[in-house]
């Protein structure tokens, strides 16, 4: 799935008042309490050149496909910490494409 398609449904999800109402109530317990959400930006690296992108399949300087690091596993689909190079569970590599880890 495209991530920065992803990103952009966090943010209406999260913009949404009803969900905001929702989140607030069972975070407290009570009606009427503001929780906030933190929206982290996410960085995406090219790992070509390093360069810093936003919103771009491919890197402008040098053209390699973006990559981002799955928060969980593409095979077994479970939860992977972001330090992982290998799923734990069924050993599938989390580099990059074309990349030995």
Known sequence: MDPNFVQKRMNEIQSNQGFVDAFS???SGKAGYKAVIEKK???IKCTGCGK???EVK???DCGTKVWIKPTNCP???KPV???D???QDCGESL???GKLS
Do not use: Q, R, Y
């Open 25 to 27: 109530k069972i975070v």
């Open 41 to 43: 930006p996410v960085i």
């Open 52 to 54: 810093i992108l936003e």
């Open 58 to 60: 491919f890197c402008p």
């Open 75 to 77: 095979k077994c689909t």
């Open 81 to 83: 910490a972001d330090e």
């Open 85 to 87: 190079k290998f799923c």
């Open 95 to 97: 580099s990059p494409p």
